[in-house]
Antibody, heavy 118, light 108 residues
Framework: QLQLQESGPGLVKPSETLSLTCTVS??????????WGWIRQPPGKGLEWIGSIYYSGSTYYNPSLKSRVTISVDTSKNQFSLKLSSVTAADTAVYYC??????????WGQGTMVTVSS | SSELTQDPAVSVALGQTVRITCQGD??????ASWYQQKPGQAPVLVIY???NRPSGIPDRFSGSSSGNTASLTITGAQAEDEADYYC???????????FGGGTKLTVL
């Protein structure tokens, strides 16, 4: 069964770059069935799609975040990663990695809380 | 439009039926999927496509769609159904994803 696990710092300083990695287990990240994505949820607020990547490297980003976001994939490690630059307190959120197939988010990581604070 | 609109809160008496709606232009082209989220937990898919339930989701959950509105219906709501519910679909361009703002369901 496919499982996802986020990892990375829980605290990031303002203006710095947030970096998270999602490790895929129980299957190959190179599966043609899946896109891989990042979704975040600020405390007490709703879900926001950040962006998605295919194993080939094709990416799609939320226009509201596009200038600050980079999502990459490392097929040798079965991982994909998120970088969000120039963070502010507004980027404080639980960050989820997830796998998308057939127009639905089929599998989710447990989420990781990232706080932006000096 | 790339927005999906949900009522912020809905309540239902135990054992009764409740409908949660989601409106948006993209729903004329794409089915919504619905996610249930309980406090401190990751979202869980409950309905997708025309009206499909993943394995393990009770059959009291059902979905429907008409025009620009998608609906999630819980027939015979249980206490454990109290949660936030989010709709989700591709946007009208087909390249991006959009989530509704979420509906907090209270079971009385």
């Amino acid at each position: 069964q496919l499982q996802l696990q986020e990892s990375g710092p829980g605290l990031v300083k303002p203006s710095e770059t947030l970096s998270l990695t999602c490790t895929v287990s129980g299957g190959s990240i190179s599966s043609s069935s899946y896109y891989w994505g990042w979704i975040r949820q600020p405390p007490g607020k709703g879900l926001e799609w950040i962006g998605s990547i295919y194993y080939s490297g094709s990416t799609y980003y939320n226009p509201s975040l596009k200038s600050r976001v980079t999502i990459s994939v490392d097929t040798s490690k079965n991982q994909f990663s998120l970088k969000l630059s120039s963070v502010t307190a507004a980027d404080t959120a639980v960050y989820y990695c997830a796998g998308e197939r057939e127009l639905l988010w089929a599998v989710w990581g447990q989420g990781t809380m990232v706080t932006v604070s000096s | 439009s790339s927005e999906l609109t949900q009522d912020p809160a809905v309540s239902v008496a135990l054992g009764q039926t409740v409908r949660i709606t989601c409106q948006g232009d993209s729903l004329r082209s794409y089915y919504a999927s619905w996610y249930q989220q309980k406090p401190g937990q990751a979202p869980v898919l409950v309905i997708y496509g025309k009206n499909n339930r993943p394995s393990g989701i009770p059959d009291r959950f059902s979905g429907s769609s008409s025009g620009n509105t998608a609906s999630l219906t819980i027939t015979g709501a249980q206490a454990e159904d109290e949660a936030d519910y989010y709709c989700n679909s591709r946007d009208s361009s087909g390249n991006l994803w959009v989530f509704g703002g979420g509906t907090k369901l209270t079971v009385l």
